[in-house]
């Protein structure tokens, strides 16, 4: 076995410092019963009370998760079929165009993304909402989703598909009785990810959104461009929980996978 | 697994529906960025004009035409807020990712080499701050640096220094709050290099008497070269459109570009001028990634 040297631990210490220190004092300020950010008050949960009674801020929350289902949703079934696509089909016309759409989203920034996607639904005349940053939510998401199950798709024996052929069923109950349970773990922690995606995002969503459909993100940003308020370290520490647990899901459910992946039949 | 087979019809919509909700939401939204840097502002709903009306046929495709024009292209030239920005920019990312290099590579070194079964640990412990939404990260970092924030209390309280400095609304606080989001970014690539890296070659190097250092250099250090371009990358591209880690840590007096954008829209509602700022920004982008697709085919065409 390696041993670690000194070196390394402190640097595996520091850094880790470095990524979870900032997080960790923002829940523990979220504690604060101080009213004034900076003065440590003594522990309280008046500030995740007083959430309960901002209303504006509850709609935003469940605007955000209603927002987050649909567009991971539909994001994990685009992106599936086209994992599908560029996973089986090795020609078809314009499948060079389809994997830099594929690939090109998730180095776009997204103000441009957000910019485009606005320019499209005003030149379509369409009233601007909750619909509209679905789509906008789906079409980022599912670039990612595409990602993950694809690379499952590759890792897997196809010559379980093809026996499943050649025993005569046709290609949807293949997929359906083959195929998808062995990719159903990655496909879940895509969808996980979608779902944080689109709960994160800020940028997007204010190009794309229009009255009533105020998401979380954009509720937060507008108060805290002003300064911290106590009251939204208690919702960022919430969000952080969230989708801490998510992420560890998502984590283990691919840990799954892979453990099913490797216990395939000998050929 | 359906390869050699005569496609079915829903088959071929496993292709197609992706495909088409693709060409709708990304490919033509940016067709459409294209066309509107090529008009002109005017004061009406939506804010440009020529509008293509399909209705019109060929005469009205031909005044359509007709009427685009460069002029928002001349104006990033010529008004220096956008040069700037652009410049701005860039000497942010570009610093930014010289800075992460150098902090991310000890780290995915120190996890390339404890035993196997933590690796995988702390990958998972490198990667999880960043699903964790940028904003919060962002808003965690406007806690810590605020005047009396706990930043400060520490510097005070060993007598590093005597008046508490304002960190927030200056570069130093950008540079710290791009260096913490993007860490992974850099951290993962330069891990995925390493972490392949045969230790026979040290051992070798090692017998014929290199010291560590020049092990490192003439062994290690070559060899990561692919974890090294791809970590950059990762990071400077995304880094330049930047939008949320100046605006809420930077000051306002020089923006970067994706602040400019955010302002011309939403500030100015000068959208042809956002569009072209755009337009130029994902050609600047483009850029070092083809040179970097070019120089992996020309290095896959050597072996």
Redesign the interface.
């Known amino acids: 076995?390696?041993k670690?040297?000194a070196?390394?631990?402190a640097?595996?210490v520091l850094?880790?410092a470095?990524?979870?220190l900032?997080?960790a004092?923002?829940v523990i300020?979220s504690f604060n019963a101080s009213q004034l950010?900076?003065?440590w008050g003594g522990w309280s949960l008046r500030w995740y009370a007083a959430l309960i009674d901002d209303a504006a801020l509850v709609e935003s929350a469940f605007i955000s998760i209603r927002l987050a289902l649909v567009s991971a949703s539909a994001a994990t079934l685009?992106?599936t079929?086209?994992a599908?696509?560029l996973a089986?089909?090795?020609r078809?016309r314009?499948r060079l165009?389809?994997a830099g759409?594929?690939y090109?989203?998730l180095?776009?920034?997204?103000?441009?993304t957000g910019?485009?996607?606005l320019?499209?639904f005003?030149?379509m005349a369409v009233d601007r909402g909750f619909w509209t940053v679905a789509?906008?939510h789906?079409?980022t998401a599912?670039c990612f989703v595409?990602m993950i199950v694809q690379a499952r798709l590759v890792d897997f024996d196809?010559s379980l598909?093809?026996a499943a052929?050649d025993l005569g069923a046709p290609?949807?109950r293949?997929?359906l009785s083959v195929?998808l349970p062995l990719i159903l773990p990655a496909v879940v922690a895509a969808w996980m990810?979608a779902f944080?995606l689109s709960?994160?995002d800020?940028?997007i969503a204010s190009?794309t959104t229009g009255p009533g459909a105020t998401t979380l993100?954009i509720r937060?940003?507008s108060q805290?461009?002003l300064?911290?308020k106590p009251e939204?370290?208690a919702v960022?520490s919430i969000?952080?929980g969230v989708?801490?647990i998510?992420?560890?899901a998502a984590?283990v459910l691919a840990k799954l996978s892979a453990a099913r992946g490797a216990a395939r039949p000998p050929r | 697994m359906f390869a050699g087979r005569r496609r079915s019809f829903w088959q071929k919509l496993v292709v197609r529906i992706p495909y088409a909700w693709l060409v709708a939401f990304f490919l033509a939204p940016f067709l459409i960025v294209i066309k509107i840097s090529l008009s002109q502002t005017a004061v009406a709903q939506p804010p440009y004009s020529p509008r293509l009306v399909l209705g019109a046929g060929w005469p009205g495709l031909r005044a359509f035409l007709a009427s685009l024009t460069l002029d928002n292209y001349r104006l990033l030239g010529s008004d220096s807020l956008y040069l700037l920005s652009y410049v701005k920019s860039l000497e942010i990312a570009a610093f930014s990712t010289l800075i992460l290099l150098v902090l991310g590579y000890p780290i995915a070194y120190a996890i390339a080499r404890t035993p196997r079964r933590w690796q995988g640990v702390l990958v998972l412990l490198t990667v999880l701050p960043f699903w964790t939404s940028l904003l919060i990260r962002i808003y965690a970092w406007m806690n810590i640096l605020q005047r009396d924030g706990p930043l400060n209390h520490v510097l005070m309280a060993l007598s590093i220094v005597r008046e508490p400095p304002a960190w927030l609304a200056s570069d130093t606080a950008v540079y710290i709050g791009i260096v913490y989001s993007y860490l992974p970014f850099m951290v993962l690539p330069l891990y995925a290099a390493l972490e392949k890296l045969d230790d026979t070659l040290l051992e070798a190097a090692a017998d014929l008497g290199c010291t560590r250092w020049k092990i490192f250099w003439l062994v290690t250090l070559p060899l990561s070269s692919s974890g090294m371009v791809a970590g950059m990358l990762l990071c400077f591209i995304p880094i330049v459109g930047e939008f949320v880690i100046p605006d809420l840590l930077g000051g306002s007096q020089s923006p970067m570009i994706g602040q400019t954008i955010w302002m011309e829209f939403f500030g100015n509602r000068d959208w042809p001028a956002a569009s072209a700022v755009a337009v130029v920004l994902v050609c600047l982008l483009v850029t070092p990634l083809v040179v970097y697709q070019h120089q992996a085919l020309r290095a896959a065409g050597r072996e």
């Open positions: 076995m390696r670690v040297s070196f390394n631990l640097t595996l850094g880790m470095f990524l979870y900032p997080i004092v923002l300020y950010v900076a003065v685009l992106g079929l086209a599908l696509a089986r089909f090795h078809f314009g165009l389809f759409m594929i090109a989203p180095v776009m920034p997204e103000v441009i910019l485009s996607l320019l499209l005003v030149a789509i906008a789906t079409t599912m595409t196809v598909e093809e052929m290609p949807l293949t997929f195929t990810l944080a709960l994160d800020l940028v190009f993100p937060i940003y805290v461009r300064g911290v939204m370290n960022c969000m952080v989708v801490g998510a992420v560890i984590g």
